[in-house]
């Protein structure tokens, strides 16, 4: 009988946690039914501020305009905002209505010093200088639809605030494409101005569009998803002599081809590149002023590419062993400088599986794909190094368009379909709620 009893009990209990887990269940699916139907409603607003923002392109450290229309919507919308954080930054944060974790979400705002020759009606006509040369500002890798978006999702999440099991901190980051000369910027200046604290983020989320993939589709990866970047100064050192008779100098010239050879062979022939990929580009060459003189110096600038911490530092080691000894081999001598700027954007594996569900859910199983990873760089890197994050790419090419014919990102011609940003804006908002369900 006692046995019985017991049974009964536990049964009883079974019971109890089914219908509240049933309970639950439905009040997950309701939850994001509504997200979806605000995501779908708010499209054409996201739309116009993503033209808007097109057509009224800002430099790095200089997102005055694009900061102040941020910052007046989260105002608006009821959030706490903090502005001039890294400058020109804004941080909106949610408290939802019930305890949990803090789920930080992030875009970047800054254009690029690209004039825009795409036919469009928002195209920019924006004029400036940078680096002291007049040049267009273009949105030319579409920060303006990673901000629109953002945008819609705070909107999004506002009217779902009493739903929420935890607080979301929106992060509008200036300056991802470097700071401009002499300042500082971008994500390392928002994590070292406490963006990641008070509240403490738990985790981040992050999109990059793209522009040769297409509308619907998102690409993935756990681990490295982008390369760090880092920046190299080779200055060699000659002797100066009149160009008819070189073998009274040393040819500082003569030397920095020889070097730039020997770079390309620390990536062919002694890297192991079955493990990651590794890129060595050098950018610039400055040396001379006449066509008949030999000049005493020459200086080679470039980026470092790579994928993996251990790699990174053999190459950084290599470098230099290979351009001074090439350099002292002629009787010059090579001094070489690294910087290091943007490291590995790591895809936390565990929070990636983890939330693979929610992305393939949303665009569709065959439309989630794993993508190989990029030689660019990305300082959301930065926020990785701190707490678990995942990024991903979202399609911006028009369906059926062939990938092939579609511009680079950086160019004049770079276009994105903005239909593109409503999975953008139902992914990010799935996310945030997703986690925190699953918290």
């Excluded at 995501?39 to 450290?61: F, G, M």
């Excluded at 803090?102 to 006509?125: C, H, I, N, Q, Y």
């Excluded at 000369?181 to 200046?189: C, F, H």
């Excluded at 589709?217 to 002599?241: E, L």
């Amino acid at each position: 009988m006692k046995n019985i009893c017991v049974s009964f009990r536990f049964l009883c209990l079974l019971l109890v946690a089914s219908a509240a887990l049933t309970t639950t269940t439905f009040a997950q699916k309701k939850l994001r039914q509504k997200i979806d139907k605000l995501a779908e409603d708010i499209e054409p607003q996201v739309i116009k501020w993503r033209r808007h923002i097109h057509q009224n392109p800002e430099l790095s450290n200089r997102e005055f305009k694009t900061a102040e229309m941020v910052a007046q919507h989260l105002k608006k919308l009821g959030l706490e905002v903090k502005t001039k954080v890294a400058h020109t930054g804004v941080v909106g944060i949610l408290k939802g209505g019930k305890p949990g974790p803090v789920v930080g979400l992030r875009a970047d705002m800054d254009a690029l010093p690209v004039t825009e020759r795409v036919k469009l009606p928002f195209a920019s006509k924006v004029k400036s200088t940078y680096n002291g040369k007049p040049t267009g500002v273009m949105h030319a890798c579409g920060h303006d639809t990673h901000v629109a978006i953002l945008m819609g999702v705070a909107e999004v999440l506002s009217k779902v605030k009493k739903d929420l099991r935890g607080t979301v901190k929106f992060v509008f980051q200036p300056a991802e494409e470097g700071a401009p000369q002499g300042e500082q910027g971008g994500a390392s200046l928002m994590v070292a101005e406490g963006v990641l604290k008070n509240p403490k983020v738990d985790v981040m989320f992050g999109l990059h569009i793209n522009s040769a993939t297409e509308v619907g589709t998102i690409r993935y990866r756990s681990g490295g998803i982008m390369a760090s970047a880092d920046r190299f100064v080779i200055k060699v050192k000659g002797k100066q002599t009149h160009g008819s008779t070189p073998w009274t100098g040393i040819d500082p010239i003569a030397v920095s081809a020889q070097i730039i050879n020997g770079l390309q062979t620390i990536i062919s022939r002694q890297t192991a590149l079955t493990k990651e990929a590794a890129v060595i580009s050098v950018g610039m060459i400055r040396g001379g002023i006449r066509n008949n003189i030999i000049p005493e110096q020459c200086e080679m600038i470039g980026t470092i590419r790579t994928l993996d911490a251990k790699m990174q530092a053999i190459i950084h080691k290599k470098i230099e062993l290979t351009a001074t000894k090439i350099a002292e081999s002629a009787g010059a001598t090579a001094e070489v400088t690294i910087q290091k700027n943007t490291p590995v954007t790591y895809n936390d594996p565990r929070l990636t599986a983890q939330m693979l569900p929610t992305l393939q859910r949303l665009a569709g199983k065959r439309n989630v794909l794993l993508t190989d990873a990029i030689t660019g760089a990305e300082d959301f890197a930065f926020y990785a190094l701190q707490v678990p994050s995942l990024f991903f790419f979202l399609g911006g090419m028009t369906k059926g368009q062939d990938p092939r014919t579609a511009a680079p990102h950086h160019t004049p011609d770079f276009k994105i379909d903005d239909s593109g940003m409503k999975l953008g804006i139902k992914v990010l908002s799935n996310l945030t709620v997703d986690y925190m369900l699953k918290k």
